[in-house]
Each structure stands twice: as C-alpha cells, then as structure tokens.
C-alpha cells in the first residue's frame, strides 16, 4: 500500500510527497492516498488507477484535491493545537508563562557573556601583570569544564526556541518553510 501511494504521490503530486513523509503514521497516509485514488477512479488495481488519472484531467484534479486535503488535516490540527498553546501564553497573566523564553534567553546570554569577561579579565591579568601561567591555565580549564556543560544546555535549548519561533513568525508572515531538499528542488526546476 506504501509503495502504490509512493508511486501515485511520484507520479501525480511530487509536491506532496514532502506531507506524506513527515506524517508519523505513514501507513495510514498511505491508505488514505491509495482510497482516495480508488474512490475518484472507480479502479482497484495500480495500472487502472494510472490509465484513469493519465487519461482524465478532471479525475487527477479532483485526486490532487482530495489527496492535499487529507494530507493537510493532521498538520493543521497540530497548528490549531500549537497556536492555542501560543495564544495561552500571550494571554497569561502568570508573569512566568508569558516571560520565561524572554527571561531564559537573556540570562543565556549574560552568563556567556560573564564567562567570556571572566576568561579575558584572568588572561589580561596574568599577561600583564604576572602570574604562573600554569595555574591560571589550570583554573580556566577547571571554570570551564564546569560551565560548559550546562551552558551547551542552556544554548541548545536557547537555539530551538529562536528556530521555533522563526518558524512562527515566517508562517504567520505567510512564507512557507522551506527545507534544504525545498531548496534544491526549487534550484533544479529554475535551471
């Protein structure tokens, strides 16, 4: 059933292949493309159901609708779902449910921001005003097998709200998202 909807998608809707992979039930994808494809052309076998769609705009028009249809509905129920979240949060009056990306990337970037000084202020001292360089280095490293690790954390948390928000902005702007592979293939269909 996979391949026979891989085939009709390759074939019919390349465009839409992109929605069929990113579902998390393919299988059940695969169904919908494949009784989809059944329902409009009244054919049970994969040759019919091709002879059909090649032979009748009207029947690939009305699969090309039906099909992004019911691919989109799980993605647009995960958005209703997601923007709701969104609109609880700007709605709050909780002080921590509406400031904590705010309030969590500014402390993020003041404590990089303290590391790097405290760093630069040891070495600038040691270099200019002597020092056994072997335990300043020594201190450093110690600081910074301390610090790092959360700060990886902290800044890889930090980067998937900035991506995830960017990405809500972009489509709220109405600007699709585009992928590498997007990318690539709008590049080759320009040539």
């Given at each position: 059933m996979i391949n026979l909807a891989l085939s009709l998608l390759a074939k019919f809707a390349p465009d839409a292949i992109k929605f069929f992979v990113k579902?998390?039930?393919?299988?059940?994808?695969?169904?919908?493309v494949v009784e989809t494809a059944?329902?409009?052309?009244?054919?049970?076998?994969?040759?019919?159901?091709?002879?059909?769609?090649?032979?009748d705009p009207e029947l690939?028009?009305?699969?090309?609708?039906d099909v992004q249809i019911s691919?989109?509905?799980n993605e647009t129920k995960r958005f209703e779902t997601y923007h709701e979240t969104?609109?609880?949060?700007?709605a709050s009056t909780d002080r921590f449910c509406r400031w904590m990306r705010?309030?969590?990337?500014?402390?993020?970037?003041?404590?990089?921001n303290l590391l790097i000084i405290l760093i630069f202020t040891v070495v600038f001292k040691a270099v200019f005003w002597g020092g056994d360089l072997n335990a300043i280095g020594d201190a450093i490293a110690k600081i910074s097998g301390l610090l790092f690790p959360v700060?990886?954390?902290?800044?890889?948390?930090?980067?998937?709200?900035?991506k995830k928000r960017s990405d809500d902005k972009q489509l709220n702007a109405g600007f699709p998202r585009t992928g590498l592979i997007d990318v690539l293939r709008g590049a080759i269909k320009n040539r």
């Open positions: 579902k998390k039930n393919v299988a059940e994808a695969a169904s919908a059944k329902r409009i052309t009244g054919a049970d076998s994969e040759d019919a159901i091709v002879r059909a769609m090649e032979n690939l028009k009305s699969f090309l609708t691919l989109n509905e969104l609109r609880r949060e700007i705010p309030v969590f990337g500014y402390s993020v970037a003041a404590q990089v700060l990886s954390i902290e800044l890889a948390v930090l980067g998937v709200y900035i």
